[in-house]
């Protein structure tokens, strides 16, 4: 999982631009990905972890939230990025709801 795709998702949930805000949700990205890595690449100089991206994308959207990052409702989120399945996400073995007020 890249920084540019990461601060592509938060782009998406229309989060505010201060770099304090996308180095706190890249850094939560980085130790969700590490929890629940289906890949480690190591054939770069860097090992790079990769993790399913939808519930990367839930688990980013749910810490925004609580964080009060988010500009957009989460109805405009979900219309250009596809967050959790069917309202749930993954992390590290348990099962997560996504939550309505997201």
């Not at 938060?10 to 890949?39: P, T």
């Not at 770069?44 to 980013?60: G, I, Q």
């Not at 990052?69 to 996400?89: D, I, Q, S």
């Amino acid at each position: 999982m890249t920084d540019k795709k990461i601060l592509g998702m938060l782009k998406v949930f229309g989060v505010f631009s201060s770099k304090a805000s996308e180095e706190i949700a890249i850094e939560e990205a980085e130790r969700f990905a590490k929890r629940n890595a289906i890949v480690v690449n190591f054939m770069r100089a860097e090992p790079r972890v990769h993790c399913c991206e939808k519930c990367l994308a839930a688990h980013l959207l749910k810490v925004c939230s609580k964080m009060e990052l988010l500009k957009r409702k989460r109805a405009n989120v979900n219309k250009n990025l596809e967050v959790g399945h069917n309202g749930y996400y993954i992390d590290d073995d348990e099962l997560v709801i996504v939550g309505k007020n997201v």
